[in-house]
């Protein structure tokens, strides 16, 4: 659940946990809040406003789906460009 990962997070750096900021960082990370803020500020972040906004980055919020979104060619140039990070983080095996 977010609030435990927040938690261990926090506790991992060292940080002091303020329960007030913390609720507040566990709302704005649900999925429907990540959606709507998306659609919301599309035009005014750099990185997607020349962006088709009818394809979204925060589609389905479920672990792993950009396998399903890439093709062979766009896997593979992704494996090659971040393979390394993926496989340190335990995204891939």
């Known amino acids: 659940d977010a609030e435990r ?3 261990r997070v926090l ?3 060292g940080l ?3 329960e007030s900021a913390l ?3 566990v709302e704005a990370s649900r999925f429907e809040n990540m959606q709507r803020q998306e659609r919301k500020q599309h035009d005014q972040l ?3 406003r020349d962006s088709d906004a ?3 980055f925060i589609r389905k919020g479920k672990s792993g789906d950009w396998r399903e979104e890439f093709g062979d060619q766009q896997h593979d140039r ?3 460009s971040h393979g390394d990070a993926l496989f340190r983080l335990d995204y891939i095996s």
Do not use: G, M, N, T
Request: aromatic share 14%.
């Open 5 to 7: 990962e927040f938690r």
């Open 11 to 13: 506790s991992f750096v």
């Open 16 to 18: 002091s946990i303020d």
């Open 23 to 25: 609720s507040s960082a």
């Open 46 to 48: 750099d990185v997607l």
């Open 54 to 56: 009818s394809k979204r």
């Open 78 to 80: 992704f494996i090659d």
